[in-house]
T-cell receptor, first 113, second 113 residues
């Protein structure tokens, strides 16, 4: 158990819908990262937040957005869902923005039908 | 942009065989290097990391990796694999300016009893 929690574990929804994935970092960690794992794209970085502020963006679609709240939990919002958005979405956390390892949560498996 | 290459996509070994998985990265500056393991149906777990110092790093479960700067490589090794090592292994890198991880495409290791 990494100490990072994610809910829900599984999500099945239809195209065009909007979903919210939630992540709670390890106690004391200020940085949260979101990654997408799909068969064709592999593991790709989406976005990073540090202490409530966006720090870095990766291959995140405009239909996707995220935020980090004062209690440091983070939410990833996916809207206008397409079949190709079906993937595993992982959240990871680290203590800060320095040279730290990242600890991954169990992931949310999103299936868009 | 930095990239990570894992040349072995699928490796099949018998128990007690030795393992070496290749990882090469493309980035000329200071890097931090990681190997993560993903057991079937589970989240990514950190096996080992290299930030600086001794280029031979030891991780959990008997794994080790050697950083060879001149070859831009960070190969993972284990002298004797077990059936329980069956998993997917990911090499990842980040650098001083970008804390998000760039992952390789992964190597699926299958250990036969």
């Amino acid at each position: 158990d990494s100490g990072v929690t994610q809910t829900p574990k599984h999500l099945i929804t239809a195209t065009g819908q909007r979903v919210t994935l939630r992540c709670s970092p390890r106690s004391g960690d200020l940085s949260v990262y979101w990654y997408q794992q799909s068969l064709d794209q592999g593991l790709q970085f989406l976005i990073q937040y540090y202490n409530g502020e966006e720090r870095a963006k990766g291959n995140i679609l405009e239909r996707f957005s995220a935020q980090q709240f004062p209690d440091l939990h983070s939410e990833l919002n996916l809207s206008s869902l397409e079949l190709g958005d079906s993937a595993l979405y992982f959240c990871a956390s680290s203590p800060g923005t320095g040279a730290y390892e990242q600890y991954f949560g169990p992931g949310t498996r999103l299936t868009v039908t | 942009a930095q990239s990570v290459s894992q040349h072995n996509h699928h490796v099949i070994l018998s128990e007690a065989a030795s393992l070496e998985l290749g990882c090469n990265y493309s980035y000329g500056g200071t890097v931090n290097l990681f190997w993560y393991v993903q057991y079937p149906g589970q989240h990514l777990q950190l096996l080992l990391k290299y930030f600086s110092g001794d280029p031979l790093v030891k991780g959990i479960k008997g794994f080790e990796a050697e950083f060879i700067k001149s070859k831009f490589s960070f190969n993972l090794r284990k002298p004797s694999v077990q059936w329980s090592d069956t998993a997917e292994y990911f090499c990842a890198v980040n650098n001083g300016g970008r804390r998000a991880l760039t992952f390789g495409s992964g190597t699926r290791l299958q250990v036969q009893p």
